[in-house]
């Protein structure tokens, strides 16, 4: 056990850029402030400057519609440096924001994966249409060409 912690406190030394925690949170765009419930306790108690990070949140969001959720990946560095990632809203959330009398049409489907394919470019742009056609169906959805 002890030469685990040897071999990270080498790593560390060798590699100030190495990873302390990573913390994963679902925030809105360009509505997160000292306010947001769970962002001044959960950043704080890692010494994250709350305030310079909802400025830089707010302002890498702007291009976004304000109160998209978003899921973000924050990572925390042991040089106190952060760095913080944000997926697209979940295909649920934009099924909800196109749908008109319990159906979506296909060209919706199709916007929807442009979008998802930025967290998914391993995949094909079809393979993340057929995810979103049965995420549809799941609830409940028709769809309309």
């Known amino acids: 056990m002890s030469s685990i912690n ?19 949170l679902l925030l809105e765009a360009q509505n997160v402030s000292f306010s947001t419930p769970l962002v001044a306790p ?36 042991t040089d106190n440096s952060i760095e913080f990632h944000f997926q697209a809203p979940s295909t649920t959330y934009f099924l909800q924001r196109v749908r008109m009398n319990r159906t979506v049409h296909i060209k919706s489907i199709y916007e929807i994966a442009l979008i998802k394919q930025k967290d998914f470019p391993n995949l094909p742009l079809m393979s993340i249409c057929s995810f979103i056609i049965a995420s549809a169906r799941t609830h409940k959805l028709t769809l309309k060409k």
């Open 42 to 77: 959960i950043l704080g108690q890692f010494g994250i400057n709350i305030k310079q990070f909802c400025q830089s949140f707010n302002s890498r969001t702007s291009a976004i519609k304000p109160g998209t959720p978003l899921v973000v990946k924050i990572i925390l560095f």
């Open 6 to 24: 040897a071999t990270s406190a080498k790593q560390n030394l060798l590699n100030p850029r190495a990873k302390k925690a990573t913390i994963k």
